[in-house]
């Protein structure tokens, strides 16, 4: 499929990102990385997103930290340099940031082609990302996904429980089975912030699938699970953008 190396200018400065796919292909999706930067493998997750039909934006989240990276998702946790490293860049960009960024990442897809509604899906630090920008610009998004994300019930006001009200779109949230960053409670919690909003939801647990097992680079990737989440993901964005 083919990519476009970009430039996206957003209020804080200029964001690189990739864009996967040719021509008006009606509805755009936004894919929110996880901690390890724009890669390789994220790159080959956009492109078979893109083999379905829609133009896909893969952008920097954590472009305001300058150069970096990419890390290696096999070890960059578990390397003390490294993780001070991704640390100090996921608590420099916060929600509201990457909610300000995502009115810059809308209009590129609309200046890229795409028409009508939206949708974003995001992975580990994304999957809040993903499910915060439908609470931010609910006259676009209408679809949202999130897979093995953290933190979505946090007790905090920037958390996607807490934007439940927020949200006009279809909401899909796969969670890993084993995952700490995402405990059962906060699934709960979750699950009754978008009830009460009367959002339309599925929340799903991978049972026995890690924290980043839908992401091929990581080091607890699982292709079945992966594939599971493959389904999942084609069927929710067929049925909420095209259905």
Known sequence: MTKSNIEIRTRDGVAKAGLFGTGPNGCGVILYMDAFGPRAALDAMASRLAGQGYLVLVPDLLYRSGPYGPYDAKTAFSEEKTR?????????TTQAMS????????EALDSAGARGPIGTV??????????????????????????????????TPDSPASNAAKIKARVYVGVAGIDQSFPP?????????????????????YVGM??????PDHGVFDADGA???WRRLTTF???ALRG
Do not use: K
């Open 84 to 92: 001070g490293e991704l640390m100090a860049m996921i608590s420099g």
């Open 99 to 106: 909610q300000r960024d995502t009115a810059a990442f809308v």
């Open 122 to 155: 995001g992975y580990c630090m994304g999957g809040a990302r993903a499910l915060n920008a439908a609470a931010a610009f609910p006259e676009r998004i209408a679809a949202a996904a999130s897979f093995h994300g953290g933190h979505l019930a946090a007790d």
């Open 185 to 205: 409670e906060q699934s709960g919690r979750l699950a009754e912030a978008l009830r009460r909003a009367e959002v339309d939801h599925i929340i799903e647990n």
């Open 210 to 215: 890690r924290h980043g097992w839908a992401v």
């Open 227 to 229: 594939e599971r989440h």
């Open 237 to 239: 964005f067929g049925e």
